[in-house]
């Protein structure tokens, strides 16, 4: 290939919207093409492009691969702005785009749904979430057992509400403004495509952990949550703009992981699996734990929260650290130094920060029911 050819290709990658990822937006190592489509990649999203297929999509390396003069005119005609356009014309609203961080999971799905199903070009595809109501099977980890069992939930945005059944038995009904949904990777290591469903229940919160064989039905299934939630708000909050509403449908954890943890009166360090969900930090007995063994409010530094990197009243172990809230110190323990650096610095950011209009109502949730 002649140099002025990856010259020219090199000007077309600095234009507006070439220069992050069609598919993700990262501006991070957009080194690679898919020719056919015409759009500029990431290397992440890129692998996942060769995973379906030329047919569908051609992948080049920018930097190593021959280009001849056409398809370099290709890339100038088309672009990622352009090619977009098209491939993403009725992207809705609450439909998560996964970011580079984002688990692989949501990443694959993203991908497939746009360029495999063409899911955001003909709306009539996007039926399996887009209605207000989803019905199906589920596995569901049982409350105090390891395995899974099938389970019926139908999520119905009309009543606000994610209900499961044993066969015809309701079993519970979860309001479905309260809920927060997470997708599961590293946790659950014995199943596939996890996700859990965090809600307020009675004085703590409830954990349901479930699974599907299918990653598209995964995704779908979070996706249907996110679209009720997203259906309820409308109609509660007509005047509200598209971007707004779809803040915050789901949120994924802050911070989760193995800690030790001991109260004020310097009992035996207990290892406890910590979950910080927006404002809510939670330690529970093991990771798919379905009701946590305590859970904590983090407020904001005015009012008496702070994190301390050294443990003043410990013996000096490099791993510990402390944490303050009005009410009560925890002495805390990581297992390796990144940790404990990740969370301190994840506390301290929450510290430092205002709380929102919903954190407030977090906080008056838990306070109402005695914690
Ligand atoms: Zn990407």
Same mark, same amino acid.
Request: glycine content about 4%; overall charge positive.
């Given at each position: ?20 990822? $069609? ?9 690679? +093409? ?11 999203? /890129? ?63 993203? =991908?497939? +749904? ?16 887009? $209605? ?11 409350? %105090? ?72 039905? /995964? ?19 007509? +005047? ?5 509403? /779809? ?41 798919? +734990? /379905? ?6 409010? =983090?407020?904001?530094? %005015? ?30 323990? $990581? ?37």
């Amino acid at each position: 290939m002649s140099d002025r050819n990856r010259q020219v290709l090199f000007e077309i990658l600095q234009k507006d919207g070439n220069n992050r990822c $069609a598919d993700c937006h990262t501006t991070e190592h957009v080194d690679w +093409a898919s020719c056919n489509l015409g759009i500029f990649l990431c290397q992440d999203c /890129a692998g996942i492009h060769r995973s379906l297929g030329v047919d569908i999509s051609r992948v080049k390396s920018i930097k190593l691969d021959y280009w001849d003069d056409d398809l370099v005119k290709k890339m100038a005609e088309a672009g990622n702005e352009n090619v977009n356009k098209y491939y993403e014309q009725h992207l809705p609203k609450y439909y998560r785009r996964p970011s580079k961080s984002d688990k692989e999971l949501l990443r694959v799905q993203f =991908i497939k +749904a746009k360029y495999e199903r063409k899911e955001f070009v003909y709306p009539d595809k996007q039926a399996p979430y887009s $209605a207000n109501k989803k019905e199906g099977l589920l596995m569901k980890k049982g409350k %105090d057992r390891k395995d899974f069992f099938p389970r019926n939930f139908v999520v119905n945005s009309l009543d606000n509400s994610i209900q499961y059944y044993n066969k015809t038995q309701l079993i519970e009904s979860i309001p479905l403004d309260d809920v927060n949904v997470v997708l599961v990777s590293d946790k659950a290591r014995e199943k596939q495509n996890c996700f859990q469903i965090s809600y307020p229940k009675g004085k703590s919160t409830r954990h349901i952990f479930v699974s599907c064989e299918d990653p598209k039905e /995964a995704v779908e299934w979070y996706t249907v949550i996110r679209s009720a939630k997203w259906d309820r708000r409308r109609l509660a909050f007509p +005047a509200m703009s598209e971007d707004e509403l /779809a803040k915050d449908l789901t949120t994924d954890f802050g911070c989760e992981g193995w800690l030790n943890k001991r109260g004020p009166n310097m009992e035996p360090y207990k290892r406890r699996w910590f979950t910080l969900d927006r404002r809510k930090l939670m330690y529970h007995s093991e990771p798919l +734990a /379905a009701i946590p063994k305590g859970e904590m409010y =983090i407020g904001y530094k %005015d009012v008496g929260y702070s994190v301390e990197n050294n443990n003043t009243r410990g013996k000096g172990d490099p791993l510990e650290f402390l944490l303050k809230t009005p009410d009560r110190d925890y002495f805390l323990k $990581a297992e390796t130094s990144e940790d404990k650096d990740r969370w301190i610095d994840v506390l301290t950011s929450i510290i430092s920060t205002q709380p929102s209009q919903a954190d407030i109502k977090l906080y008056t949730g838990m306070v109402r029911s005695g914690r």
